[in-house]
């Protein structure tokens, strides 16, 4: 606590040779908050924590046959020490200043002649200048660090001034524990090792990291740990006024990004200079990635996940890449360097590697459009990105992964409503749906597997039944749906049907 000092601090503001220190010399560093005048033997009972009791010698000299006993009373009461207006000949009292030794409990001493107000006086007068050059000191630092932040200046000079400061290697550590910077740079700190003091960097309930200190040779004071304050403060407030500035510029660059891919620019050129504006070249051929967030059977999409995601997006993709948010999805431009979609499909497949191995609450669907070479042409890409998404998640459900140039039935399937496919199922094959569920058998899979194989043996040897069963179960089929093997136009409407019941009905 800066409002407190050591009974040592209060020594060196006194004029030299005014004060002895008769016993408890290791106790010097006890904190002292105030003066307390004591004249009779009952006043030793309110002493309170911290401090310093300016008596004199008649009231200790009948404390002596009892002095462990009332020195261990104060010693609990935390007292800072006592001062006492005496000669200074310890040899007056033995047991109280050896008890004092064994204690740690300073015992200091005025000339006897000192009136006990003036010896208080002066006493209070030595803690008021020692206050006055603590706050100096702070408030030294605190402008250093202030100037630094009011002037621009990063964490970096905020780091190094610290190191100044403190004449200790330091460093800034992210939430991640990873160094940001060392100070000096070629220094070599374990930021793990137990002689290093932490000071967490805050902002309201903003957590930006840790200060590292070295202590390994010798145990920090209160001006650095004040020092150590400052410069947290410090670096919070640039962090802060960072991530504000960030966040403004990228709810305008979302904006501008967003009028580009929905088709609604009214200037395709002025929106690409806006871009340039943010350091995004759009004249180089793009494609469109979303990563979105699977809708949550429980309810609401958690949507704190897209930090993590768009984190990874901007590690995964490259510098190249423009990535933003959106109510869901994380939508990045990605500038691939050939129209193969081998390479987007191998840019999108990092991508869900490093998200599967960071993100645990929820599952994150990709969808990458094709390649195009003008900005005007980025809103084509955006919507074969999204029906990606609505692909993947529609034929496999959540936790896909596709690449539009790479869709193959599902790509019509996807465009079509739910009730007209319902409708063409029904008309296609479902009375064969019907019989199967009547009667418990497995025409429908055994007519997916004939399609598939156009061949009775291997069909028969697939699902495990004689020939003469296939052909059976065959001419059972036509018998519902009417002539299907030998009609081509029917077979492939039935095959639709049937790849559309399956993966309709599982999603």
Not at 400 to 426: A, I, M
Request: with cysteine.
């Amino acid at each position: 606590m800066w409002e407190h000092h050591r009974v040592s601090d209060v020594l060196r503001s006194l004029p030299s040779g005014d004060v002895a220190v008769l016993a408890g010399e290791p106790g010097l560093a006890r904190h002292v908050r105030t003066v307390q005048v004591v004249k009779e033997q009952d006043e030793l009972r309110r002493v309170r924590h911290s401090d310093l009791v300016v008596t004199s010698a008649s009231l200790l000299h009948e404390a002596e046959p009892r002095a462990e006993r009332l020195l261990g009373r104060l010693d609990a009461a935390g007292i800072a020490g006592i001062v006492v207006l005496a000669d200074r000949d310890q040899r007056r009292w033995p047991r109280l200043l050896g008890a004092a030794d064994q204690l740690a409990l300073p015992v200091l001493a005025l000339p006897g002649s000192t009136p006990i107000w003036e010896a208080a006086a002066t006493i209070l007068a030595g803690v008021l200048d020692t206050q006055r050059e603590r706050v100096e000191r702070v408030m030294a630092m605190h402008q250093r660090f202030t100037r630094i932040v009011v002037s621009g200046g990063g964490p970096t000079e905020l780091l190094a001034t610290l190191h100044e400061l403190l004449g200790r290697t330091v460093a800034l550590v992210d939430t991640d524990q990873r160094p940001v910077a060392v100070v000096p740079s070629d220094a070599e700190l374990d930021l793990e090792a137990p002689e290093v003091v932490r000071q967490p960097i805050r902002a309201g309930d903003v957590d930006y990291g840790e200060l590292i200190a070295d202590v390994a040779s010798e145990e920090l004071d209160e001006d650095a740990h004040v020092a150590l304050e400052r410069a947290s403060m410090g670096i919070a407030v640039r962090m802060a006024q960072a991530s504000a500035v960030a966040e403004a510029q990228e709810r305008f660059a979302s904006i501008t990004l967003e009028e580009l891919i929905s088709g609604h620019a009214t200037d395709v050129e002025d929106v690409v200079q806006r871009a340039r504006s943010f350091g995004w070249d759009l004249h180089r051929p793009r494609a469109v990635l979303l990563a979105s967030i699977d809708p949550s059977p429980e309810g609401p999409v958690d949507t704190a996940a897209l930090t993590t995601i768009a984190a990874a997006a901007r590690a995964t993709l490259g510098s190249d890449a423009i990535v933003w948010s959106r109510s869901s999805t994380i939508a990045a431009l990605l500038a691939p360097t050939t129209a193969a979609a081998s390479e987007r499909r191998r840019i999108a497949e990092e991508l869900r590697r490093e998200l599967d191995h960071r993100v645990r609450s929820v599952t994150v669907s990709i969808g990458v459009g094709r390649r195009v070479d003008r900005a005007a042409q980025l809103s084509a890409s955006f919507t074969e990105a999204k029906r990606s998404v609505d692909v993947g998640r529609w034929a496999k459900g959540r936790h896909v992964t596709e690449v539009f140039d790479e869709l193959g039935l599902e790509r019509l399937l996807v465009s079509s409503p739910t009730e007209d496919l319902g409708e063409f199922v029904s008309h296609a094959i479902g009375a064969l749906i019907a019989h199967d569920e009547a009667h418990r058998t497995d025409l429908v899979e055994t007519m997916a597997t004939w399609l598939e194989t156009r061949n009775m043996a291997e069909a028969a040897r697939r699902i495990h039944v004689h020939y003469n069963t296939l052909k059976n179960r065959l001419d059972r089929i036509e018998e519902i749906l009417g002539p299907v093997l030998t009609d081509a136009g029917r077979a492939l409407e039935c095959e639709v049907a049937i790849y559309i019941h399956r993966h309709h009905a599982s999603s």
